[in-house]
């Protein structure tokens, strides 16, 4: 009997081994190359196809100097203001979210950085779990160790999703605004910014109360975010 275990525990080490290998694999050709989907991407595809099977993602990459500075510095505004700086975890964001959560009983803050949200959207499900959170710290390792943090944020900017089977700078600022990524104003990126969190719920309600203001918000912040 503890024979078979042992076998079954090598079994799954050897699995999880090679799963990671190929995870690996994947970062090391995107260094150089483009992904053409993510695994969030095609998960969301899929649900779109369940009520239209004709429905497709609205999606075009755009290499990272046709991308506005004003997207850019709102991201790093809003979404993870010492992406720069870290090794791909922000220790005190982190904390900061659990003591919030912890005050409020329930979960209202994240903490994520950039890269902790990139590698939970090119490999991971939506489902959370708290495995899923182990991989998500694994590969954000892998993605830290094998590409500078200007690729990290040039994928990042690329396959975020921005609305119902919206997904990057470029569909999100021709959804929106009808205009491409490269000719966002500071007010047009700080609001596309102020969506990430919630993009689907933004996309149906653009006038959502609260919405307005974490625009200014953010816009004031645009100011002091470095971009790599």
Known sequence: MLRLVFRIGAVLLAALFLYNLWIFAHIVYWRTNNPSASAF???RLAALQEDDPNAELR????PYQRISGNLKRALIAAEDAKFVDHEGFDWDGIEAAFDKNLK?????????????Q??????LSSRKTPWRKLEEAAITVMLEAVMDKRRIFEIYLNVIE???GVFGAEAAARHYYRSSAATLSAG???KLAAMVPNP?????????PGLGRKTRIIQRRMAYADTP
């Open 162 to 164: 921005w609305g119902n």
């Open 41 to 43: 991407m095609t998960e």
């Open 104 to 116: 409020q009983g329930r979960i209202v803050a994240g903490g994520s950085t950039i890269s902790q």
């Open 59 to 62: 999606h075009k990459w755009v």
């Open 118 to 123: 990139l590698a939970k959207n090119l490999f």
């Open 188 to 190: 047009q990126a700080a």
């Open 200 to 208: 689907r719920f933004y996309d149906e309600h653009r006038n959502a």
